[in-house]
């Protein structure tokens, strides 16, 4: 079964622009979730979706925002980008919880770099 | 507020001792606890787990043991390997299969021929 992927694995943008991040989850997994890796704060909890509804959010401005699609593929986006937001963003796939063993499995995540 | 803490950034193990990694928590409400395992360049790998009715938990070469009372756990690698060297993460959730898991700082571990 193939893992979780995402798109693209760098990107440079500058102060200002928009970026669009991607993710496909593994197949058959409906609920995708973003996290946010700097050295700083470590790996935070961006948002969560399920069935393409945000079922939970994290501490974060209006600027980050997702969605997921009918396929269960997920996008985030981040508007008026800051230096800040340099990180490495990673997204996690889960099936649903059915008793017991359950874990979310991360992509390798996209370097994001603003200057 | 740091909910979970890993408190030692990094630790140096010889080849084929163990190596304990600690992690502590704050938030009573957790109940499942995760261990991860991150690559430079990869996304975190998941370990182990555990849920808050047991003390212990062990798969293969990783044990994982909680201490509720202490909101303390530990990941215990015996024997290490050079392939361990890794930053290992872990994570807590309220209940198990909930999706925002909090993560502590991690702790870089080295494997030392």
């Known amino acids: 079964k193939a893992g979780v992927t995402q798109t693209p694995r760098y990107l440079i943008k500058t102060r200002g622009q928009q970026v669009t991040l991607s993710c496909s989850p593994i197949?058959?997994?409906?609920?995708v979730s973003w996290y946010q890796q700097t050295p700083g704060q470590g790996l935070q909890f961006l948002f969560e979706?399920?069935?393409?509804?945000?079922?939970n959010k994290g501490n974060f401005p209006g600027r980050f925002s997702g969605r997921q699609f009918s396929n269960s593929r997920s996008e985030m986006n981040v508007s008026t980008l800051e230096l800040g937001d340099s990180a490495l963003y990673l997204c996690a796939s889960s099936f649903t919880y059915k008793g017991q063993g359950w874990t979310q499995y991360f992509g390798p995540g996209t370097r994001l770099l603003v200057l | 507020d740091q909910q979970v803490k890993q408190n030692s950034p990094s630790l140096s193990v010889q080849e084929g001792r163990i190596s304990i990694l600690n992690c502590d928590y704050t938030n009573s409400m957790f109940d499942y606890f995760l261990w991860y395992k991150k690559y430079p360049a990869e996304g975190p790998t998941f370990l182990i787990s555990i849920s808050s009715i047991k003390d212990k938990n062990e798969d293969g070469r990783f044990t994982v043991f909680l201490n509720k009372s202490a909101k303390h756990l530990s990941l215990h690698i015996v024997p290490s390997q050079p392939g361990d060297s890794a930053v290992y993460f872990c994570?807590?959730?309220?209940?198990?299969?909930?999706?925002?898991?909090?993560f502590g700082q991690g702790t870089r571990l080295t494997i030392n021929p």
């Open positions: 994570a807590a959730s309220p209940i198990e299969g909930a999706q925002k898991l909090v």
């Open positions: 979706y399920f069935s393409e509804t945000q079922r």
């Open positions: 197949s058959g997994h409906r609920s």
